[in-house]
């Protein structure tokens, strides 16, 4: 079995070959991926537009395999036994397109659980955003909203990195610029939370009739929701804002129940 190297090691064998017992280990969720093969991944996806190429180069380059040329037999390749010796390999068009399937778990946000660590030196703040401020969150959200409405705006997405990225002592910077990975890399992690925060709290994050979903105008029903939550003293809108994002959203959450529990009890849900 051979071994690669710190980055490139994962721990699920995707291919080996009948005669010689030759392994390959590559990533089949994104919370596999180190570091060095997030930042490889999210530089593919912002530079080839192909999805089937994309995989096809995590495939050779987590698997340690070095191509030589193809023709019409199929890959013809080679990997590392030792940094001096090589060993021969070819590799079928089929079989390249059928181990390639193990990467599509790219095609989606959902579940990601990673995200870029560091980005120029400031630390990446936790991955669900627990002990995140909920005014930073919410701020977050105005820009992912913004930048849904004008993707070619990317400064939208600096400011929601400026949130969610920290100085070592914690602070913000006053400004950053993102290169198109970096930006990719925010948003991603970003809809990821989103994703989480909806399967967290469904009675706050649910549908409504006729909308395909509850988030065009979440940001005034937040602000309801705030007011109730302070009881209409303004006082106390601070408070709200520099509570942990999950404890002010399991509040809101449960107040979302508790008003459609309300309804029922009136006899005003609709049947």
């Keep these: 079995m051979l071994k690669f190297s710190r980055t490139l090691k994962t721990r699920q064998a995707i291919f080996s070959t009948d005669s010689d017992g030759i392994s390959f280990y590559a990533p089949k969720s994104w919370k596999e991926l180190t570091q060095d093969q997030l930042v490889y991944v999210l530089n593919l996806l912002v530079s080839v537009g192909d999805r089937t190429a994309i995989k096809t180069y995590m495939f050779f380059r987590f698997c340690g395999i070095h191509v030589i040329g193809h023709d019409k037999r199929g890959w013809q390749c080679y990997v590392r036994k030792s940094w001096r010796k090589r060993k021969p390999l070819l590799i079928k068009a089929w079989q390249v397109e059928s181990l390639a399937r193990q990467?599509?778990?790219?095609?989606?946000?959902?579940?990601?659980?990673?995200?870029?660590?560091?980005?120029?030196?400031?630390?990446?703040?936790?991955?669900?955003?627990?002990?995140?401020?909920?005014?930073?969150?919410?701020?977050?959200?105005?820009?992912?909203?913004?930048?849904?409405?004008?993707?070619?705006?990317?400064?939208?997405?600096?400011?929601?990195?400026?949130?969610?990225?920290?100085?070592?002592?914690?602070?913000?910077?006053?400004?950053?610029?993102?290169?198109?990975s970096e930006a990719l890399g925010t948003f991603l992690w970003f809809s990821y939370v989103k994703d989480e925060f909806a399967k967290a709290f469904p009675h706050f994050f649910r549908k409504t009739d006729g909308e395909g979903s509850g988030e065009f105008d979440m940001m005034n029903s937040i602000n309801a929701q705030i007011r109730a939550l302070t009881d209409g003293d303004v006082t106390k809108e601070q408070q709200i804002y520099d509570t942990d994002?999950?404890?002010?959203?399991?509040?809101?959450?449960?107040?979302?129940?508790e008003s459609k529990e309300m309804k029922k009890r009136l006899g005003k849900t609709k049947k």
């Design 103 to 180: 990467f599509d778990f790219i095609d989606s946000f959902q579940d990601m659980g990673v995200r870029l660590d560091c980005i120029q030196g400031m630390k990446a703040v936790d991955v669900r955003l627990h002990g995140v401020r909920f005014i930073d969150y919410l701020n977050c959200e105005k820009y992912y909203q913004a930048y849904l409405m004008n993707k070619e705006d990317e400064r939208f997405i600096e400011r929601m990195a400026l949130l969610l990225y920290r100085k070592k002592n914690g602070k913000t910077a006053e400004k950053i610029k993102l290169s198109k």
């Design 245 to 257: 994002c999950w404890r002010a959203l399991t509040e809101l959450n449960m107040k979302a129940w």
